[in-house]
């Protein structure tokens, strides 16, 4: 099975499916989101949209709870009605109580059949917050994490991290992005902790997928992050980067099928 390992939905959803076809995608892990770059169609629209995306990626507006709600709420409607072409992960708001996120996860999390939590974006030196979902992850049966390991993070907050997630050896976290510019350091500390998989969407350079592939090929996971990337370049980057075609199968789709028990 071929499995986008990370993208998030583009309206209408009949045009995501079309470019699954394009890239022989099966079926999509979908991250929640609360933009929507893919209706851009000038320099000038396309700024209009990002400037939400620029304030999430930076952390400043996380706790929007309605617009969490929103985002939640459209992409469980997409997986509810195309089951077996996709597969979500939601997103939760940081800076809440443990008990406060434990609420939050059964009111719109677990209902929606929701396999993960993610994509997880903060401002440098604010890992610290995802120890309560760390914590209830473990709590509601080891779900994985999913974080977004570009700017504003550097190196110190990926090292923060993966100390964090040595606390929690059974639940799985995903570094999305692979790190940025510090993926050959990511790779390393991948390469420490086994409840740690590495993302290939948004790398900076065609080695860096190809080595980790080559040091973790059942912890590597293709994935487009769609509108931002195009499933079919994302795949085509795990083939030319593989030789072995049961370790590329594996990139492809079986390690995270294995991860998220898919069938």
Not at 22 to 36: I, N, W
Not at 53 to 73: P, R
Not at 140 to 166: C, E, F, K, M
Not at 199 to 208: E, M, R, V
Request: hydrophobic share 45%; with cysteine; aromatic share 8%.
């Amino acid at each position: 099975m071929i499995i986008d390992g990370h993208a998030h939905l583009i309206l209408p959803v009949e045009k995501h499916l079309a470019l699954m076809e394009t890239a022989g995608v099966e079926r999509t892990l979908l991250f929640t989101t609360r933009v929507h770059p893919e209706r851009a169609h000038d320099l000038e629209t396309l700024n209009q949209e990002l400037r939400i995306f620029n304030e999430i990626i930076a952390g400043k507006v996380n706790n929007d709870l309605q617009s969490f709600q929103q985002a939640v709420s459209e992409a469980a409607q997409v997986i509810q009605q195309y089951p077996e072409r996709f597969t979500g992960f939601a997103n939760v708001p940081l800076g809440l109580t443990q008990e406060e996120t434990a609420t939050w996860i059964e009111k719109y999390v677990l209902p929606a059949g929701f396999r993960g939590f993610g994509e997880f974006t903060m401002q440098s030196g604010a890992v610290h917050q995802l120890e309560v979902i760390f914590a209830c992850a473990s709590e509601y049966g080891n779900l994985p994490l999913w974080v977004h390991t570009l700017p504003p993070l550097n190196l110190d907050d990926i090292h923060q991290l993966v100390a964090l997630s040595r606390r929690y050896p059974r639940v799985p976290l995903i570094l999305g992005h692979m790190g940025g510019m510090y993926w050959r350091e990511t790779i390393a500390l991948a390469k420490e902790v086994p409840q740690t998989y590495l993302d290939l969407s948004g790398t900076i350079t065609f080695l860096g997928p190809r080595i980790a592939i080559h040091e973790l090929p059942m912890r590597t996971l293709f994935s487009s992050d769609a509108p931002f990337g195009h499933p079919l370049i994302a795949r085509t980057i795990v083939e030319q980067a593989t030789v072995d075609t049961a370790v590329r199968r594996r990139v492809l789709g079986e390690n995270l099928a294995e991860l998220l028990h898919l069938n």
